[in-house]
């Protein structure tokens, strides 16, 4: 922690943390307390010393004692505050000009080209962990980028996210029902959809990513980054549309105001059945047997006082039983 936070290397931290523990130590007692070379422990404490972290002992200057916590790392602390809040008007500042400048940018600037699995997926990440407010996304095989569908430490900061999955995602394997759901439970919100036109990142509603080839392409991968335009508006209204149209997907009972009383995995067998899914297929999604989905289909037909599947999803669908309260980082 002191080293994330506070700027410190870890050997400087260890060392640190062992010298406040003891009463005085010389840095070979030190060296051998933290398991480090006793001449780099004495480079880390002209280090410490430097930063107000450690002092020589008043009555022998051979020995060293710890600066109190309290005051030494509060004064570190407010110094990087300082600075991170330095860095964050310089970046507003810099956000304005890029700003005034995209205002300036020719129809042959509005759309930048990436080359390489690698850059796309960097590109990606870049502009993923710089989002401030929401990142909107169409899911599509095939993969090319790795990772968990969902970046917690983005959605953490009060980012929203809204993702789009293609069916054949689940139908194929490569995206499984655990990990929706702990996407959902991280925050993410999910729909989806028979199929999605286009592989789609969006950003702050300010830039797009839109790779035109997967995996199976790599050596000739590439990817339009669309900046602030008439085109990025139409992406913009195409999710927005696709999403409108596509079916929530619910993993939790305790999510739905409106469904009656019907269990996490009775909501799990209706959402899935509802984006199409066959009883054999969301036996399979859910690891569970084939009779257990067909009774609890029944006694969701029975439920709703319906005869088929098809008056069910209706019924379900008239009365918003998967409209949850909030729905559910996101592959390209």
Do not use: C
């Amino acid at each position: 922690m002191l080293s994330d936070v506070l700027g410190l290397t870890p050997e400087e931290a260890d060392t640190y943390r062992t010298l406040v523990s003891v009463a005085s130590a010389t840095p070979a007692e030190l060296a051998e307390l933290v398991g480090l070379n006793p001449l780099l422990v004495v480079r880390i404490l002209g280090r410490l010393e430097g930063q107000g972290l450690a002092a020589r002992s008043v009555g022998d200057t051979t020995r060293f004692v710890a600066s109190p916590p309290a005051a030494a790392l509060r004064a570190l602390l407010i110094q990087r505050q300082n600075e991170l809040n330095l860095a964050e008007l310089e970046l507003d500042s810099l956000d304005e000009i890029y700003r005034a400048a995209t205002l300036g940018r020719g129809a042959a600037e509005v759309v930048d080209v990436i080359h390489g699995t690698e850059t796309i997926r960097e590109r990606v990440g870049h502009i993923q962990l710089g989002a401030r407010k929401e990142v909107m996304n169409f899911v599509k095989a095939p993969f090319f980028s790795s990772g968990n569908l969902t970046d917690g430490a983005v959605i953490a900061r009060g980012v929203r996210y809204r993702v789009l999955l293609e069916r054949a995602m689940l139908d194929g394997g490569s995206l499984s029902f655990d990990e929706i759901a702990q996407a959902q439970s991280a925050g993410e919100e999910v729909r989806v959809a028979d199929a999605v036109p286009l592989k789609l990142f969006i950003v702050d509603r300010e830039l797009a990513i839109v790779p035109l080839l997967g995996s199976a392409h790599a050596a000739k991968a590439g990817a339009l980054l669309v900046h602030e335009s008439s085109l990025l508006d139409a992406l913009i209204a195409l999710f927005e549309s696709e999403w409108e149209k596509a079916t929530q997907f619910v993993t939790s009972a305790g999510a739905l105001p409106k469904a009656p009383a019907i269990d996490d995995l009775g909501v799990q067998i209706l959402s899935l059945l509802l984006t199409g899914f066959t009883e054999q297929a969301i036996a399979t999604q859910l690891r569970t047997s084939l009779r257990t989905v067909q009774r609890r289909i029944r006694h969701l037909m029975d439920t709703a006082k319906v005869q088929n599947r098809l008056q069910l999803g209706f019924h379900a669908a008239r009365l918003g039983w998967l409209e949850a309260e909030q729905d559910g980082n996101t592959r390209v």
